[in-house]
């Protein structure tokens, strides 16, 4: 394997991973994530599906993410998600 290929796979498996740190951790203990959500958000749905649903979102999207298939949008959703 290359090292350009070597360097790629490790930025996956570490963007990837934060995703599903926050995704597992929020659905072991949801009331020390739901705080990240806006007030807003909160109110228009119940607060645990809302971070169920967001949760759900992550590891899918991490999964993608170390699946190597279609890079750009999964990077661009991941961007999106970590700007928001």
Not at 54 to 60: D, H, K, M, Q
């Amino acid at each position: 394997m290359s090292n350009s290929k070597v360097v790629l796979l490790l930025i996956r498996i570490g963007l990837a991973s934060v995703f599903l740190y926050a995704a597992i951790a929020s659905f072991i203990t949801p009331d020390n994530w739901i705080g990240y959500f806006p007030a807003f958000l909160r109110n228009s749905l119940p607060a645990h599906l809302l971070l169920r649903v967001f949760s759900t979102y992550e590891i899918t999207l991490a999964i993608w993410i170390l699946s190597g298939k279609r890079t750009f949008g999964a990077g661009l959703l991941a961007s999106l998600t970590l700007g928001g």
